[in-house]
């Protein structure tokens, strides 16, 4: 066993959990290591692709112009009668012509937990589908992203993240406290000149400015174009790569004419990437340095692997997760506040907070994993099958072929009625207490259930404790200088000084 596979096997990527922390893994049994129920009927999976070209262009239409992606799911469900399904998700016709639409829609929790079984399904080059963006957006290599864990360079890669975020622990509240600082500092003084103020630039200059010293151990002031411009150009590299997958609803015919008809090149961002290439190479050099020392990589799939993980997964989550954060509690007009505040003051006063303490926050981390269910970072997952096998919804087992194309939507999947109460509803409290933790292992935006561990045999994120415990630690923040905030997910528009 190579020296990497080792410390992959030995270490635990939660920063220095309990136990007993909720945050902990835990052995509840998943549905992805259940067989198909034999009392279950065997049917045949409804829908179809339509005729070719046809068929792809009208449900790319459907997607992103007359329903739009939830509308699109929930339209099929009730035509079909069926949570399992075939259909088309873009990008599609005329100029993806290597992309094949083709998929089996999974949108309840039973039938979506296939996705995290790899003994019957693969996860190479489909992070975001059957489309792949350019290698060229990093580096020319296929980063961890897109690697199976069949593949040998998943699990050197796969250990090197897990080490980093594990070194780092002891860094990551300190820089997150700090950039709060900095970021309601600024909300503070632009709402003293006017009624509301967008806090988008703030909080993503705010997140650039941890994860890069967290992460890659490179404080961006080393670098004055970086520390300006670079969650912009993290923005701008990463919006190229999915644009022909996602919808931002402008008008239309437009956005289907120019964002959904062809994949925009990497040399739009070439000059920009390759800015933070050189900013993680010279200021981060101490952690590309130990990827090759202990887990051999070469210099720059350190580097490119690092930016990824920098920019695509860490920096896009926590731009998407933190404004629903926001709004879930700044828009609530339930008395959630008042509680969260109590909560806080009871359990961490005015000391200073730590991973530790917010892990005693209960209804903190409930309405974190409720803001998580609702919004997923990642609202679609994909996996292909290994190998012919029977999947099993509620009602049904379908049979599903070598090769062929799962796909989950999890706004929907997470809204499964057999599993959460009032599913379409936010329940700040619906993760407490025993039940609430049950409920944990439905929780999927992470690539896996919350309840897993992250390891080179997967493909869960490896920094999902993080996720959770930073989110808290926001929160946390918040109510420690704060009494009441007032906003929604892009603005915010009163703040009243903690008493």
């Known amino acids: 066993m190579n020296a990497s596979m080792m410390m992959i096997n030995s270490m635990s990527v939660s920063p220095d959990m309990p136990s007993s922390s909720p945050f902990q893994s835990q052995s509840l049994s998943t549905p992805t290591s259940s067989p198909p129920s034999t009392s279950l009927p065997l ?33 099929r469900i009730e035509k079909h009668k069926s949570t399992v399904f075939r259909t088309n998700i873009p990008p599609t016709w005329p100029l993806f012509l290597n992309v094949n639409p083709n998929v089996i829609a999974v949108l309840d929790c039973k039938s979506f937990a296939h996705l995290f079984d790899m003994e019957i399904v693969e996860k190479k080059n489909i992070l975001v589908g059957d489309f792949m963006p350019s290698v060229k957006f990093t580096g020319g290599l296929r980063v961890s992203a897109y690697l199976d864990t069949s593949e040998p360079k998943h699990a050197q890669l796969k250990g090197f993240a897990m080490d980093t975020l594990k070194r780092s622990s002891k860094l990551w509240v300190s820089e997150v406290v700090s950039s709060l600082d900095t970021l309601f500092d600024t909300v503070e003084k632009e709402l003293s000149e006017k009624n509301s103020i967008s806090y988008m630039v703030p909080l993503q200059k705010c997140v650039f400015n941890f994860l890069s010293k967290s992460i890659v151990g490179a404080d961006p002031k080393a670098d004055a174009e970086i520390a300006e411009n670079g969650f912009s150009m993290l923005d701008k590299w ?34 920009d990437y390759n800015k933070l290439h050189n900013f993680v190479e010279k200021e981060g050099k101490e952690v590309v340095q130990r990827g090759q020392d202990e887990f051999g990589l070469t210099k720059e799939e350190a580097i490119h692997n690092l930016l990824f993980i920098l920019g695509f ?32 003051k009871e359990k961490c006063g005015t000391s200073a907070l730590t991973f530790e303490s917010v892990k005693s926050l209960e209804l903190v981390q409930s309405v974190v994993y409720e803001t998580l269910r609702l919004n997923p970072p990642v609202p679609l997952q994909f996996a292909r099958a290994r190998k012919d096998f029977q999947l099993s919804s509620y009602d049904s087992v379908y049979d599903i072929k070598k090769g062929e194309l799962l796909c989950g939507y999890q706004p929907l999947v997470m809204r499964d009625s057999k599993v959460f109460d009032d599913a379409e509803s936010f329940k700040a409290e619906r993760f407490m207490g025993e039940k609430g933790s049950e409920l944990l292992s439905y929780l999927y935006w992470s690539n896996g259930p919350q309840t897993g561990t992250p390891n080179d045999m997967n493909k869960q994120c490896a920094g999902k404790d993080y996720v959770t415990l930073v989110a808290c630690l926001t929160v946390a923040y918040v109510f420690q200088r704060y009494e009441s905030i007032t906003g929604n997910s892009s603005s915010i528009t009163a703040v009243e000084k903690a008493k």
């Open 313 to 344: 997964n860490a920096f896009g989550g926590f731009s998407i997760l933190l404004p629903k954060l926001i709004n879930a509690i700044a828009s609530d007009t339930t008395g959630l506040q008042a509680k969260l505040r109590s909560e806080v």
């Open 238 to 271: 990463l919006a190229l790569q999915i644009l022909p997958t996602v919808s931002i609803n402008i008008l239309q015919p437009l956005e289907e004419i120019f964002l959904h008809s062809f994949a925009y090149p990497f040399a739009l961002v070439s000059g």
């Open 43 to 75: 049917r045949t999976i409804p829908g179809s692709y339509g005729w070719p070209l046809l068929g792809p262009i009208s449900d790319r239409l459907d997607y992103f112009w007359f329903q739009g992606p939830e509308t699109f799911f929930r339209k």
